[in-house]
């Protein structure tokens, strides 16, 4: 196994001097928390932003001194239906019977105003109607006969925030797992042979299967750093940086489940990588041939976020990739492990890496790589 | 008579629908350089890949010294160094760790390493360059890191694949000096080339290859006859 030990050293010195791939993890570890604190912000602006609501007519007594304190900018316009298309967030015409209000719902403004819109008269409704009540010596519990009390089993605060980290790591998982070992694997495979390397490297007595395990040990080492620098990073912006108005933290059961299918991935993504560069007659080739499969690696952390509520059976935790995505799910959103689903999902991703190392090495053999070139 | 070091019988290739090799056979000695000779396509790339066990023979057989390339592939490539017509070089690397990488993978020993390394060097007159980053060297520097690593498990067998079209004049003569130092040396040195001028000063033996068959084979006083030189000689065979 020494070949192994040299091969994965050597490539580790290259892939470290090679600016490409350092440029690309600085960006994975910089990118995150630039997107996030841009989420972060906007988010932070939506909730306090004042919208305007054009109106005509006379405004109910008090409903103007509530509507001022939700952040509704109240604004007279002649006519508040054309104004909503434009000038105007919410258009409302105030009659002594009823409220017509006007909206696009096309416009994000207009939705939120609306939203405020409706929660102020509900409240405005029912203060009015409790009022009513007791002037004429009427108890207002009258109105809620059953009144509901709600126990949350959880904060809902963190609950928003676990389906955020949900929704957010597994993708950066993927994403960076992939994308952090490809120009590694493809300049160990494409570049070799475009470098005129190749032939020199199979000239010495190493049986090419070392030869072959030790790159793809130093690109899913590429990899895993690549992907713990992105996420790192993007837990350590969101310890610091309130988001959806508390601080998300990562629990350490769910970090080590996200460390141990990193490694997983890592090691069935760089044998597929080091496969296409195999495949690829030089560098360029090697990175057409990766824009596809990474698309259907995405794949299947983006059905999962469309569809939240899924509980698979255990079947589901065969298939590669989607495995992970289910697993780092539950283990964020639960705080829990199945530990039949992630050992299916282990076996799964093992076998999927043994079967990618073996069509590598495969096509490492094959006479075909050489004539290639 | 010792046996030859590297037998070349009968040897048959194809690639694709490409019959590359025909039939070739031919022997290389210790302590001799062989020139393996002809035109572009000739074959002589694919017989050396053959030897040095990158490609295996569709029929026939190669034996160097004393192991079959089919049965003992990586006894084989223990014994043979070889200096590719393309020099790649890992670029990130300086000339002394592209070396050192290729002695490691040749079974040179972690005690031996740094010594081995600083003698072919040394040999090469390499100590100007050796630490830099091989991005930044010559074509001739380049050249040179690709003797050094394909000598630096010190084989018995080295073989030259065009290794001095790309070259100037001095880099060129450094070669050719190299090869008769070799050959000094008590290596078996099989020079591949097109460059007839170039095989007929340094070879002892030669043989033409043309169209994936052998059209001579000989001392290269006999290969040549009566012509006046071997170019002369070859364009008679191969017309």
Redesign the interface.
């Known amino acids: 196994m020494k070949a192994l030990g040299i091969v994965f050293r050597k490539e580790m010195r290259e892939i470290l001097r090679d600016r490409r791939t350092l440029i690309a993890i600085g960006l994975a570890a910089l990118a995150t928390p630039i997107v996030l604190i841009v989420i972060s912000q906007v988010t932070a602006k939506t909730a306090t932003q004042a919208y305007t609501v054009g109106y005509s007519g006379d405004i109910p007594v008090g409903l103007d001194t509530l509507l001022t304190a939700t952040a509704l900018k109240l604004e007279r316009v002649s006519d508040p239906a054309a104004a909503a298309k434009k000038e105007v967030d919410l258009g409302v015409v105030f009659q002594p019977t009823q409220i017509d209000e006007y909206y696009d719902p096309s416009r994000q403004g207009a939705q939120i105003a609306d939203t405020r819109l409706q929660t102020v008269l509900g409240q405005y409704d029912a203060a009015k109607a409790a009022a009513a009540l007791r002037e004429k010596g009427i108890d207002p519990a009258l109105l809620n006969p059953i009144p509901l009390k709600v126990h949350p089993l959880s904060s809902p605060v963190k609950a928003a925030g676990n389906a955020f980290l949900s929704f957010f790591l597994p993708y950066i998982l993927i994403t960076m797992v992939f994308t952090g070992g490809l120009s590694a694997a493809l300049d160990a495979t494409a570049g070799e042979r475009e470098k005129k390397t190749l032939e020199a490297l199979l000239l010495t007595p190493s049986p090419r299967s070392r030869i072959l395990l030790g790159k793809i040990l130093a690109v899913t080492t590429i990899s895993l750093i690549s992907a713990v620098a992105a996420i790192g990073s993007m837990l350590l912006t969101l310890w610091q940086l309130p988001l959806l108005g508390t601080r998300v933290t990562l629990s350490p059961l769910a970090a080590a489940v996200m460390v141990w299918l990193a490694v997983l991935l890592a090691a069935s993504f760089s044998s597929l990588t080091l496969a296409l560069g195999t495949l690829a007659k030089n560098f360029r080739q090697g990175q057409a041939f990766s824009t596809p499969l990474y698309f259907i690696t995405i794949f299947p952390a983006s059905i999962i976020l469309f569809i939240p509520n899924f509980n698979p059976n255990l079947a589901y935790y065969l298939i590669p990739i989607f495995n992970a995505v289910l697993v780092l799910r539950d283990a964020i959103v639960q705080n829990s492990v199945a530990w039949p689903a992630l050992g299916v999902t282990t076996a799964s991703l093992v076998a999927t890496a043994l079967t990618c190392w073996y069509a590598t090495l495969r096509l490492f053999t094959r006479e075909t790589l050489l004539i290639r070139s | 008579m010792s046996p030859a070091a590297v037998k070349v019988d009968r040897l048959e290739k194809t ?2 629908k490409n019959r590359v090799l025909r039939g070739i056979s031919f022997e290389g000695d210790s302590g001799e350089i062989f020139g393996l000779l002809g035109p572009n396509g000739a074959g002589k790339t694919t017989t050396l ?1 053959i030897i ?5 023979p569709d029929t026939g057989s190669v034996d160097v010294l004393g192991f079959d390339t089919r049965a003992a592939p ?2 084989v ?2 014994r ?1 160094g ?1 200096v ?1 017509a ?8 300086s000339a002394r ?1 592209n070396i050192a ?2 002695a ?4 040179v020993l972690n005690g031996e390493l740094k010594r081995r390394v600083d003698a072919v060097i040394d040999r090469l007159d390499m100590g100007s360059f050796a630490n830099q980053r091989a991005e930044s060297l010559s074509s001739g520097q380049k050249q040179k890191v ?1 003797i050094a ?2 000598i630096v498990h010190d084989p018995e067998i080295l073989m030259f694949d065009e290794p001095t079209s790309n070259l100037d004049v001095l880099a060129s003569r450094e070669i050719r000096d190299f090869m008769v130092e070799s050959r000094e040396r008590g290596k078996c040195v099989i020079f591949s080339t097109h460059v007839l001028h170039d095989a007929e000063r340094l070879c002892d033996r030669v043989t033409i290859l043309h169209q994936g068959t052998v059209v001579a084979s000989g001392t290269t006083a006999e290969v040549r006859g009566s012509h006046r030189d071997l170019e002369d000689a070859f364009l008679e065979l191969v017309e």
């Open positions: 690639l694709g890949r040095g066990t990158l490609l295996v990586e006894e490539r223990r043979v070889v590719t393309e020099i790649g070089v890992y670029a990130r690397l760790e990488y290729f490691e993978l040749s079974g690709a690593r394909a």
